[in-house]
């Protein structure tokens, strides 16, 4: 399994970022992808995450209605539309894949199976 995040950036506050994660050697239709965050001096944090099956998805209430998650199983790749960016949301962000065929989605680190390594966000006020 490998995971390529990118797109992060420095980026003024109330600015946008994408951010993209490119997934290779395991088969994407069917994995939960998420989007977890982590800054500095703080622990991993989960943001957002999409399911396989239906594409129906989960935000933590600090990104909602600011964030949207969406993938392409043609391309393999999951991205992370973020607007109006806070200087709280500056942190590394990293993609992550929960086990084959996961019924439902979850919110835990530790219920990610593989992750990538990450790209960082800086919000500038």
């Known amino acids: 399994v490998h995971l390529q995040a990118s797109g992060g950036g420095l980026v003024r506050a109330g600015g946008s970022l994408r951010l993209s994660c490119a997934a290779s050697?395991?088969?994407?239709?069917?994995?939960?992808m998420g989007w977890f965050r982590q800054a500095p001096g703080k622990e991993r944090e989960f943001v957002v995450a999409?399911?396989?099956?239906?594409?129906?998805?989960h935000y933590a209430e600090a990104v909602k209605g600011r964030c949207t998650i969406s993938r392409d199983n043609a391309k393999e790749m999951v991205y992370l539309q973020v607007n109006s960016l806070k200087s709280e949301d500056t942190a590394v962000y990293y993609c992550a894949a929960d086990s084959a065929f996961r019924s439902g989605i979850r919110s835990s680190v530790g219920a990610y199976n593989s992750w990538g390594q990450g790209t960082q966000v800086t919000v500038s006020s």
């Open positions: 999409i399911h396989w099956r239906d594409g129906s998805t």
């Open positions: 050697g395991f088969v994407f239709s069917g994995y939960v």
